[in-house]
DNA sequence: TTGAAAGCGATACCAT
DNA sequence: ATGGTATCGCTTTCAA
């Protein structure tokens, strides 16, 4: 049915040896005879298989990806990227959504890791020693997530914090609630961590509501503990559930951002086009997935270089109109 | 390095030939041996290198997925859908996104088709001729689209719309914008078609404005036109579009509903989040997905059926805060 | 510079 | 009920 290499060889009159040749290693064959082979398999329009390919070098030239919950519109971003990059470097994607499981994690990884050369989790929710378990087995990129000796692509989430924060004592507040995301979210638990920080140095009064799931339920669900707090701003672990308190304080006619500030993370495309807008700091998403597929392939080219990379990318706070002076 | 058949028969004390008969066709073998074999192959963590197996079967339990763009919601809906069918049936997904570009898609099947076993292509941009020149290669399910003899999942469209607009008509609309998506979108030429079908039956002034990228800046770009064309609703093709002119006529400070109706098509999970809710027609997108692998499993199971499979699955209107009454 | 042959891991077929 | 062998499509020695 499809064209095989034997058919590009009759084609061209020569081995199946040569075919190979012609196509990977053309500086290895006589030119006139290498034109010859790649007219022929143009013509007959010749792709090596690269199952059969990949059964006897070990390569399959396909890497596996897995997000926790495409409907999260930040995933989607990082997908589009690491797609992007991957299609580059002529690689195929694997794409798995483990739906917010943590515990169907490892298994989905296991079954991916016999088709591809090496994976990307992205915002991997399994506990660490499982992730230490899995690295061992295969070659894997961590996008959000940080681990020692694996390399891993992450925002600078202190700075990101204290950009949120400085803009809002900024506009003079004084007390602010964070409503924090899944527990098991490497992302939360850095995001709570740096937010201590922050709010210490700049002394104002943090309210820490949660865990909910990082959805917009979950902000609907959480906001009225945020006005029973008396706070006059509040930062959702990511926009979805930002846009969840912003939905819910509408609905109970408090004012955005008269009465209450509220700030996201992520900055996905939605946060632009709800009114008010969404405050937000952008996380580098696509690029996030771009850089993730480049640590993946230096990984692939260099096994056991000994320190693991780890790029950690900008962030930017894009302030719009969910965010207002303190009303005093 | 990973554990081969090899491994496990030597250690079961059996042939190569008897492990894949036990693990495969369990029948045919005494089940004594059946068990050792099993006990091996889990004790070593033996998972068949599906490759290999693919090379010789013509299978290689993997399906391929192709979307126009993962950035508009309704799409990373539909891929769940699909990754949840195919984990079921124990197939992988590959998946790529062609970011809105006709051209790259076909190329991408080719692609794509030596390393599945057939793929799901959800609303495909490319022309027909281009697309039965592939349907001859590959086996091909598509979703929303439908071309003869090759086997769909659609929405029922002329029923959506009837929804749509009875809904305006009876609110007092006599006057209806439509903004149009692409027009290499099976879709938005149905949505066409059927409205205006329906406008005819229900005499109702139809106004065709676009066409512009089914995105929220496609919406963005097309609400003065909207406004310039005096209606009193607007239909969207779909919910970003729908959106986008949402966000504009804030923005020029025409309200909604009062002052004009929207409503869009898709029902993504935005459409519940702002404010005004967006009023819009809710098309199945997980569940097309799952019925797009469903039948592409069956295509595959039996290849040369006469009839191709066709499913129309039904929508409905969701009312929300975006259409509200005439003002006569 | 080229070809022949071996082999990657698994399965299908033919023996037994 | 089980084993041996050929084979899938391709790459990689090894010879020539």
Chains 1, 2 share one sequence.
């Not at 007959?44 to 059964?55: D, I, K, M, Q, W």
């Not at 989607?76 to 299609?87: F, L, T, Y």
């Not at 912003?246 to 632009?272: E, K, M």
Request: aromatic content about 4%; some cysteine; glycine content about 8%.
């Amino acid at each position: 049915m499809a064209v095989t290499i034997k058919d590009v060889a009759r084609a061209a009159g020569v081995s199946a040896s040569t075919v190979t040749r012609a196509l990977t290693m053309p500086e290895l064959v006589h030119p006139e005879t290498r034109d010859r082979v790649r007219r022929a398999a143009a013509t007959l329009g010749y792709h090596p298989n690269r199952a059969a390919r990949g059964l006897i070098t070990g390569r399959t030239g396909n890497i596996g990806l897995l997000v926790p919950d495409l409907g999260n519109p930040f995933f989607p971003s990082v997908v589009k990227g690491v797609q992007a990059r991957a299609h580059e470097a002529d690689y195929a994607v694997f794409l798995a959504d483990t739906d917010e499981d943590e515990a169907a994690e490892a298994g989905l990884v296991r079954r991916l890791s016999k088709q591809v050369d090496g994976i990307v989790l992205c915002s991997p929710r399994m506990p660490d020693e499982e992730l230490r378990t899995l690295v061992a087995d295969t070659p894997v990129v961590l996008v959000n997530r940080r681990i020692a000796r694996v390399p891993s692509v992450t925002a600078e989430f202190p700075d990101a914090m204290r950009q949120a924060v400085s803009h809002l004592t900024a506009l003079g507040h004084r007390r602010i609630a964070y409503v924090a995301g899944p527990r098991s979210a490497w992302a939360n638990r850095e995001r709570v961590r740096a937010l201590r920080l922050v709010a210490g140095e700049m002394s104002v009064d943090l309210v820490e509501i949660g865990n909910v799931l990082p959805m917009f339920e979950g902000g609907v669900a959480a906001a009225d503990q945020v006005l029973a707090a008396r706070v006059t701003a509040v930062i959702g672990f990511n926009d979805l559930i930002a846009l969840g308190l912003l939905n819910r304080f509408t609905a109970r006619g408090v004012a955005v951002p008269a009465d209450i500030s509220v700030l996201g993370f992520d900055d996905i495309a939605l946060a632009a086009m709800v009114n008010p807008s969404l405050t937000t700091v952008a996380l580098p998403k696509e690029q996030s997935g771009r850089a993730g597929v480049d640590l993946l392939l230096q990984l692939l080219a260099e096994p056991d270089r000994q320190t693991a990379a780890r790029r950690e990318l900008p962030t930017q706070l894009m302030v719009r109109g969910s965010t207002g002076p303190a009303n005093a």
